[in-house]
């Protein structure tokens, strides 16, 4: 089935040693999301890809980074993990440009120790 | 203000009740608007989108009024399988902002 993966399910690092999360999808769609969920919150948008475009939010720490190197795959990179940035990442994808709704990954739930 | 204001609940309800969730938004040019649903450390689930026609998917009816700014969810007869959280959630082309969603409960 077309999907959007992400890996690992459940990542633990250590504070201050950086960590990738992945995400790939089968759809083909050609917008990609990263969203950050903390406990009781809603999703919080770091960044998308337009295609090859990388449109970051202001708020976005520059702790955050993302690589898109084709279609199907994305990455986050947190360079210098604090105890703050223990969350759910959600990666999602959408046809056009989100008027459609998205299609969210399963989710990498991230542990800072 | 927050983009999106919801309710955050919990809304504890009878199996077979009929519920309301609201929701606002603050960016009149928002365009694209849609409740998903998100179950306990799962990701969110697309429910349905919303159109100020209204828009109905069985037990569960959407609705738009952009001149109020005001977004709505009806679930009927509900089940204890209805029991998530409901995101409430709208935006532009580029981006969608989610609340931070309205717990629903349903109890036998």
């Known amino acids: 089935d077309a999907m959007v993966i992400q890996n690992p399910r459940y990542q633990v690092t250590q504070f201050g040693k950086p960590v990738t999360l992945s995400c790939s999808q089968t759809?083909?769609?050609?917008?990609m999301y990263w969203y950050q969920q903390k406990s009781s919150q809603a999703p919080k948008l770091l960044f998308h890809y337009y295609d090859k475009d990388f449109n970051n939010e202001a708020d976005t720490p520059d702790n955050f980074q993302s690589r898109r190197p084709n279609t199907s795959f994305c990455f986050l990179d947190i360079r210098s993990p604090g105890l703050g940035d223990a969350a759910m990442y959600l990666c999602?994808?959408?046809?056009?440009?989100?008027?459609?709704?998205?299609?969210f990954g399963s989710g990498t739930r991230l542990t800072v120790v | 203000r927050k983009e999106v204001e919801q309710d955050p609940g919990p809304f504890n309800v009878p199996e077979g009740a009929t519920v309301a969730f609201n929701c606002t938004y603050s960016?009149?040019?928002?365009?694209?608007f849609f409740w998903y649903r998100q179950d306990c450390r799962k990701e969110p689930k697309l429910l349905m989108s919303v159109y100020s026609s209204g828009n109905e998917d069985g037990r569960f009816t959407a609705q738009l009024n952009r001149a109020s700014q005001y977004i709505s969810l009806l679930i009927r007869d509900s089940k204890l399988s209805d029991s998530a959280t409901y995101l409430c959630v709208g935006g532009d082309a580029d981006k969608l902002i989610f609340g931070t969603g309205t717990r629903l409960q349903v109890f036998p």
């Open positions: 999602a994808t959408s046809s056009t440009t989100g008027g459609y709704g998205y299609t």
């Open positions: 960016n009149s040019a928002s365009q694209s």
């Open positions: 759809l083909n769609h050609n917008v």
